[in-house]
């Protein structure tokens, strides 16, 4: 019998935005729960708990940081998780600072919420790869609330 701990699936990311790069790796549990279930889809979602590196370069200098976030996904998706997908999610990020090269972020703490698409394949429908589009702010909790932007693609692989 697996455990209800066992962890689902394993997720690296890779993303660009404004003069910076992202790298995240994660790890997901898959709910058991299924809302909307029609006769071809439903909609489930998954735990995904991430370790990243930001990195910044500019005039010659580079500057890194490191964050770790937990997120609720909600994921549109057929019913055998095989196909085409619609995703989005909001969660809390962590930084370990509050600079990267010259951008300035007023708290360590930050919400990152995105929306994407994928599709997931192979046996078993182990495989996924997605889009992500994804702001990470503060929400307005201290100004200024410059927060980041990145468009991600996402490699997935799901346990049997």
Sequence with gaps: MQSSHAVDGFAVV??????SEILRV?????????????????????????????????AGQHDSLAEISLTPVFRLQA???RGLYLEGGIGAHLLSKTSLGAKRYSTMF?????????????????????????HI????????????????????????
Excluded at 37 to 46: D, K, S, T, Y
Excluded at 138 to 158: C, E, F, M, V
């Design 14 to 19: 890779a993303g660009e935005g404004r003069n």
């Design 26 to 58: 994660g790890a997901q549990w898959q709910w058991s729960k299924r809302w909307l279930q029609g006769e071809r889809a439903h909609l489930g979602g998954f735990w995904d708990f991430g370790v990243a590196q930001w990195r910044r370069d500019e």
């Design 79 to 81: 019913n055998e998780l």
């Design 110 to 134: 930050q919400f990152g919420e995105h929306l994407g698409f994928g599709y997931r394949f192979g046996r078993r429908s182990a495989a996924d790869i997605g889009y992500r589009y994804q």
């Design 137 to 160: 702010s503060n929400a307005d909790i201290k100004t200024p609330n410059s927060g980041a932007d990145y468009h991600q693609i996402r490699l997935q692989y799901w346990f049997p």
